[in-house]
Every structure is written in C-alpha cells, then in structure tokens.
C-alpha cells in the first residue's frame, strides 16, 4: 500500500518569511499525482497545488510552489510571503492513475508568526 | 455549484444509534469517497465508489455501510455507534479519467459518540 509521510507535526514562520513543509510518500507506480491540501479551522479542504508525476517542471500557484524529486519520492511545499491567511493545516496526498483512491499524510500544522 | 454538500454538519449520538450521513454531489463525478479524520490525524477512507452500483472499502470500513443507488449521492451509515466512531466525517468526489483532476471535498461532519 502507499504511504505518505510528513515528518513535520508543527512549523512556525514570521509573516513574509518562506517556508517549506516537507512529504515523502512510498510507490512503486511511474504515474500519479501528488496534492497539496489545506485545511483552516473551517475544516474545509482546499487544494493548493498539484503536481503530475510525469512532468518533469516543478509546480507553482502564486506564491506556492513545489519541490519534486521523483527519484527521492519527495514532494515539498514552499510558501512564499507568508501571510496570516495560511495559518492551517498542510496535508500531502498522493493518488495512482486509475485507482483515484487519495492517500494523505498525517498533517502539518502552520502557524504565522505577526 | 454546490459542489460536495455534505449533511448534517454536527450531531452526537449515544452509544448503539444509528445514523445515516448524507453526501450529494452536482458535478457528475463519478468516483465518491468518506473520509474520516480523527484529531491531529490526516484522512482515513472508510469507502468508496466508482459509480451507481458499486462501491468497495477502504482502510477503514468496519462500523459502518454504504449505497450508491445514483450518481449525485452516497450516504455512509452508522449502525450501533460506539465512541471509537467520534470522528470529523468528509465526503468527496472526482472525476476518473480526467488528468490532474482534484478530489472535491464537502465542509465535513463532525460527529460525537457519547
């Protein structure tokens, strides 16, 4: 079975300041997805990003972009000019092409800093 | 669109009731999921469908049942709840065979046994 891993309970970044949350996940498959989600205290889960295991390009939303290395199995989120907004938690997914079943990981939660 | 309405979006039961949680898409998606998401954990999928007719279990599935008699609902129900079962309950839904299609979620449930 897949798993999906994040290593990172809690992060904490000052407002403007970038992060990065790490993911590595577990396949033996050549194509998938990989998301990005977030979750505010709404409990609402909103994409962020998502990235198609076949392209090569790393990819961006405004001041969201990813770090993905196919060979190490990682899957990183980096965000840019923190705001105040993206206070939540991050939840890294994985999803086989064909088998649209989505695999999380456990969470990190996003505190900004004023 | 509405996209994923999910109903009701809180109740607490007594240990051996019963409940039916509704989930309705509009979207025509196919494929529809329950999540459950206990505290400071990620999403676990309890069951799946892959249309009208047909669904399967995911890691999680004792405790509870599904139908999928059409394409717009999929109700998980909770027979003789036990306190193992407080939880925040999310549906989704996505479309198979479009690439890089995210998973859609509904706002959640959030269910106490007591």
Redo the contacts between chains.
Sequence with gaps: AQTVTQSQPEMSVQEAETVTLSCTYDTSESDYYLFWYKQPPSRQMILVIRQEAYKQQNATENRFSVNFQKAAKSFSLKISDSQLGDAAMYFCAYREIGNEKLTFGTGTRLTIIP | NAGVTQTPKFRILKIGQSMTLQCTQDMNHN?M?W?RQDP??????IY?S?GAGITDK?EVPNGYNVSRSTTEDFPLRLELAAPSQTS?Y?C?S?L?GA??T??F?G??T?LTVV
């Design positions: 494929y999921y999540y400071g954990m990620g999403l676990k999928l799946y892959v995911g925040v999310f989704a996505t198979q690439r890089s995210e998973a979620f706002q959640g959030r």
